[in-house]
């Protein structure tokens, strides 16, 4: 089983639509969980930290339920630019990233 | 500030060959991290290195080796190369003494074909 499992998509949305996705992780132990952007062909950019209680950074939210072992990521008002694709990262404690393989986000005019 | 610095950006090796990869860390970072990203997949972590020693290293059969430069430069190399080795490579520099995901910076890595 992937430490990190991503729905792949790809999601194709209209400007100022709503998109929301998941990713799910194995290890129960994990103590750090993150959102990161991918441009193609490009580095991974730190998009956000996921807490707990939950958190928002502008037009993106982040929910984080441990029980079930899944995090989300909800983008509002989606905008041409947040068109990448979207990693799942979960550290367990040491120093690796796990990594899902990434949800496609493609926002239209 | 330069960021992470990474070189070659693009190369071509044939099977069998080794390829040697460098990285330049951020100004103050003193921890490197390897990850290898095949395509369509997420970055999958190779080895982390910290004051000149290997600290963790993730699933990569021993092809897979690296070096820190007291000046916390790394390079990573790998031999006997196969067609699965195509990949971008990615160089991660972070905070001294962390590694953690809201303090690592990734460089724009090293695309390497092996044909």
Redesign the interface.
Request: zero cysteines; aromatic letters at 16%.
């Given at each position: 089983r992937k430490e990190v499992e991503q729905d792949p998509g790809p999601f194709n949305v209209p400007e100022g639509a709503t998109v929301a996705f998941n990713c799910t992780y194995s290890n129960s132990a994990s103590q750090s969980f993150f959102w990161y952007r991918q441009d193609c062909r490009k580095e991974p950019k730190l998009l956000m930290s996921v807490y707990s209680s939950g958190n928002e950074d502008g037009r993106f939210t982040a929910q984080l339920n441990r029980a079930s072992q899944y995090i989300s990521l909800l983008i509002r008002d989606s905008k041409l630019s947040d068109s990448a694709t979207y990693l799942c990262v979960v550290n367990g404690g040491d120093y690796k990233l796990s990594f899902g393989a990434g949800t496609t986000v493609t926002v239209r005019a | 500030d330069a960021g992470v610095t990474q070189s070659p950006t693009h190369l071509i090796k044939t099977r069998g060959q080794q390829v040697t990869l460098r990285c330049s860390p951020k100004s103050g970072h003193d921890?490197v991290?390897w990850?290898q990203q095949a395509l369509?997949?997420?970055?999958?972590?190779i080895f982390?290195y910290y004051e000149e020693e290997e600290?963790?290293r993730?699933n990569f059969p021993d092809r897979f080796s690296g070096h820190q430069f007291p000046n916390y430069s790394s390079e990573l190399n790998v031999n006997a190369l196969l067609l699965g080795d195509s990949a971008?490579y990615?160089c991660a520099s972070s905070l001294p003494g962390q590694?953690?995901?809201?303090t690592?910076y990734?460089?724009?890595?090293s695309w390497l074909t092996v044909v």
């Open positions: - | 921890t991290s990850y369509g997949q997420g970055p999958q972590f982390q600290r963790q993730g971008l990615l590694g953690f995901g809201n690592i990734f460089g724009e890595g």
